[in-house]
């Protein structure tokens, strides 16, 4: 009785190892196809006679993914120049004369020009934060700091925290909170994403010497 238990602890553990090795290479390797599948489609844009099936009789994975960073870096270059610029704003100026284009359009430049920008301060903070109730602590990323028009309401001093959900960080809620209440952690956003994915599995090293169980201090005064 006692080898049968041993044999399928045995067993348990080998599975468990086995799953240890073959699930993160088959989810990064489905996700690498995924992503190259999805860019393969930038080949749509190029002629059906200059496709690689029309000039050597078969798909090439990934040069789609290849086209589409030229493509990015192409408009770059032409988008940091003078003529570029002024072109884009005709463009922009067009698409918000669009009724419905105009809302979409502009909601997305927005947010997308908070999260590239290299002055931007959105995500660019791993924070501490008390939530949903008094003791109960969560990680929230920094996304700035409330408009004009709600600050006037809230008093003392703020910061806008987005406190994502786990294991899936794309949806979460949007707080704002009191600058004294929210503490910066000494990990980066990365590490701190990792963390949330994992479910709190995956703890990120300390980059300091802080003592465990330690709030670091409050955010300092730079947005």
Same mark, same amino acid.
């Given at each position: 009785m006692t080898s049968r238990k041993e044999s399928v602890e045995a067993l348990k553990r080998y599975l468990i190892a086995g799953l240890l090795v073959w699930v993160p290479l088959g989810i990064t390797i489905w996700v690498l196809q995924l992503l190259l599948s999805t860019l393969d489609q930038t080949l749509l844009l190029v002629p059906a006679s200059a496709r690689p099936e029309a000039l050597f009789g078969f798909h090439i994975p990934g040069l789609g993914a290849l086209l589409a960073f030229a493509i990015l870096i192409l408009t770059g270059v032409i988008a940091a120049n003078f003529f570029g610029a002024r072109l884009i704003l005709l463009w922009e100026s067009v698409l918000n004369r669009i009724p419905v284009v105009k809302s979409i359009y502009s909601s997305v430049k927005q947010v997308s020009d908070t999260l590239l920008s290299d002055s931007g301060n959105a995500f660019r903070k791993a924070l501490l934060v008390?939530?949903?109730?008094?003791?109960?602590? %969560?990680?929230?990323?920094?996304? &700035?700091?409330?408009?004009?028009?709600?600050?006037?309401?809230?008093?003392?001093?703020?910061?806008? +925290?987005?406190?994502?959900? %786990?294991?899936?960080?794309?949806? &979460?809620?949007?707080?704002m909170l009191p600058r004294s209440r929210v503490?910066?952690?000494?990990?980066? +956003?990365?590490?701190a994403l990792k963390y949330i994915?994992?479910? &709190?599995?995956?703890?990120p090293r300390p980059h300091t010497n802080i003592p465990v169980g330690t709030i670091t201090p409050a955010l300092d005064r730079r947005n």
């Open positions: 008390e939530y949903p109730y008094q003791g109960c602590w %969560t990680i929230a990323f920094q996304t &700035g700091i409330p408009a004009v028009a709600v600050a006037g309401h809230l008093g003392s001093e703020h910061v806008s +925290v987005y406190v994502p959900t %786990t294991p899936n960080p794309t949806s &979460g809620f949007f707080l503490h910066e952690l000494d990990m980066t +956003v990365d590490e994915i994992s479910m &709190g599995v995956v703890a």
